[in-house]
């Protein structure tokens, strides 16, 4: 017989998070199960350099925490969350000493790009008109769209490579660099079919809602979901690492915020044959080589544009960033990558002691690499901001594998819970009406390797928190 709670989680991301608070909002018991000693999976904040510098671990710019149709709704603001908006969403420096930004408003960040002023318009205007109709079905499972035809125009987009998206759409380089650095986020070869729909998302979702950050760190805004959570009798056991069905109590829905990997190595769970053999084929995707600093100074980024930012992004033509992310993918080591930048501290003073800075960036590396990608990231850092190793007081490091010992759903240092390529965007984890519903009634999954896949959106949670509530509960 089900005990003190209706469900329980196992993992508290920020899925393992909206999963419960959606539990709760049903007026069911909940508690989470964590194994390590802080919350939030791959959104924490730490003290990971010198006394009084706060660094991003995981995640730090959260575009899609604030276009989430989820988490928008919830009342975070009363639980602590406060976003930041830098005055421009993201930039990209060029070896000129130019920059393009990608700004809130789309006619500024268009004028700034020559010959593909109109080009930009045209693709872009119309799906920012119809974002609130197509967002529903992009941050979700696959299912019959609301409206099919707003869809079908952006689909008709999405689904090329970037590399062809921008050769066919772009006369200048800069205009396609601008693109890949958004493009890129997806980790995946941008010769890759659909690869075009990870940088339009991220452009329009700029233009809709910014690319804002939690002001004090990520961690804030798992703190805020946590606060909610427990407002609403949610219950939370850190140190608690579940290794067998039976470390947890009794109830009607498990909810594993785990990757395929993890979840079959629980001990206990009768999953048949296929099934397993099914979820064993699952992909996971090239790593990430993180890197956090403190610094004497803000990055000293020649052009005021990139100063401006919250995020940058760094390759320096698009042949460049084209070879890292094809190199990166074929398990090869890239001495110039693509870098992703993020710099709070000039727009949060509460990163780093007065007058001082922070600054957070990766690279895609080879799935498990453990080489040390330190000495390129800087090199691609200096091009941008000349003077930027001088700042320097200290820095940290985290290749795959201690990614991974942080947190173990980065198998292999993925921080998308597995390949987003077209095979498994949607039909993540295994091609399934239910792809939240294992073959076990009781068990779920609810972590990124659900639909609609990485980043800090809660919408995986929420879509399997729906789907017991449907099987149990009502
Ligand atoms: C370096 C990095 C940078 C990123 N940057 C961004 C960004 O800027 N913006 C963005 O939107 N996204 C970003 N992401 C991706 C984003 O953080 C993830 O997609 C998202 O956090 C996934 O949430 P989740 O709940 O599915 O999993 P996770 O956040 O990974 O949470 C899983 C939880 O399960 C716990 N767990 C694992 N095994 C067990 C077990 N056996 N028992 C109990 N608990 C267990 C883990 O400790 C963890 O707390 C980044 C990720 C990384 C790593």
């Known amino acids: 017989m089900p005990g003190k709670f209706d469900a329980v989680i196992i993992g508290s991301g920020t899925n393992g998070l909206a999963a419960g608070i959606r539990l709760q909002q049903e007026g069911l018991k909940t508690a989470i199960f964590e194994q390590a000693a802080s919350p939030g999976g791959a959104t924490r904040t730490e003290a990971l350099t010198l006394p009084g510098f706060r660094h991003d671990v995981g995640s730090s710019i959260h575009p899609l925490g604030l276009a989430s149709p989820f988490f928008r709704d919830l009342p975070l603001a009363d639980h602590g969350l406060q976003w930041v908006y830098p005055q421009i969403?993201?930039?990209?420096?060029?070896?000129?000493?130019?920059?393009?930004?990608?700004?809130?408003?789309?006619?500024?960040?268009?004028?700034?790009?020559?010959?593909?002023?109109?080009?930009?318009?045209?693709?872009?205007?119309?799906?920012?008109?119809?974002?609130?109709k197509i967002a529903p079905s992009i941050l979700g499972p696959l299912r019959f769209p609301d409206y099919p035809l707003e869809l079908m125009k952006f689909g008709l987009k999405a689904l090329p490579s970037a590399r062809n998206f921008v050769r066919n759409r772009f006369k200048e380089d800069?205009?396609?660099?601008?693109?890949?650095?958004?493009?890129?986020?997806?980790?995946?070869?941008?010769?890759?079919?659909?690869?075009?729909?990870?940088?339009?998302?991220?452009?329009?979702?700029?233009?809709?809602?910014?690319?804002?950050?939690?002001?004090?760190?990520?961690?804030?805004?798992?703190?805020?979901?946590?606060?909610?959570y427990r407002s609403l009798g949610g219950e939370i056991f850190l140190n608690s690492p579940v290794t067998e069905i039976r470390d947890l109590p009794n109830t009607y829905a498990y909810l594993y915020d785990l990757t395929p990997k993890q979840l079959l190595e629980i001990?206990?769970?009768?999953?048949?044959?296929?099934?397993?053999?099914?979820?064993?084929?699952?992909?996971?995707?090239?790593?990430?080589?993180?890197?956090?600093?403190?610094?004497?100074?803000?990055?000293?980024?020649?052009?005021?544009?990139?100063?401006?930012?919250g995020t940058i992004h760094l390759g320096f033509s698009p042949e460049e960033i084209e070879r890292s992310e094809c190199r990166v993918n074929r398990h090869q080591v890239n001495p110039r990558p693509y870098v992703l930048v993020a710099q709070h501290s000039p727009f949060d003073a509460t990163r780093a002691p007065e007058g001082q800075h922070t600054a957070w960036a990766y690279c895609h590396v080879p799935h498990g690499s453990i080489t040390d990608f330190t000495a390129e990231i800087e090199d691609q850092m200096e091009r941008a901001a000349p003077g930027f190793k001088d700042t320097i007081l200290a820095r940290s490091v985290k290749n795959t594998q201690q990614l991974e010992q942080w947190n173990p759903n980065l198998v292999g240092g993925d921080i998308n819970g597995g390949k987003q390529d077209l095979?498994?965007?949607?039909?993540?984890?295994?091609?399934?009406?239910?792809?939240?519903?294992?073959?076990?009634?009781?068990?779920?999954?609810?972590?990124?390797?659900?639909?609609?896949?990485?980043?800090?959106?809660?919408?995986?949670?929420?879509?399997?928190?729906?789907?017991?509530?449907?099987?149990h509960f009502r």
């Open 423 to 471: 095979g498994q965007l949607f039909t993540r984890p295994i091609a399934s009406l239910s792809p939240y519903s294992t073959p076990d009634p009781k068990v779920y999954i609810c972590s990124s390797s659900t639909p609609p896949g990485g980043g800090v959106h809660g919408m995986c949670g929420f879509y399997a928190a729906e789907r017991a509530i449907k099987d």
């Open 174 to 228: 800069k205009t396609r660099m601008l693109f890949y650095g958004a493009a890129a986020h997806a980790t995946l070869p941008l010769e890759t079919m659909a690869s075009a729909s990870f940088g339009l998302v991220l452009m329009l979702s700029a233009h809709k809602y910014h690319w804002p950050f939690p002001r004090g760190g990520a961690g804030m805004f798992t703190k805020s979901l946590i606060s909610y």
């Open 267 to 309: 001990k206990g769970l009768d999953f048949p044959w296929l099934y397993r053999k099914r979820m064993q084929n699952y992909r996971y995707g090239a790593g990430v080589f993180k890197m956090d600093w403190a610094l004497s100074e803000p990055i000293p980024f020649t052009n005021p544009k990139c100063r401006q930012a």
């Open 89 to 132: 969403p993201f930039a990209h420096p060029f070896l000129d000493g130019e920059a393009h930004a990608c700004y809130q408003d789309i006619e500024a960040t268009a004028a700034q790009l020559g010959e593909d002023r109109q080009a930009y318009l045209d693709v872009m205007k119309p799906l920012l008109e119809n974002w609130d």
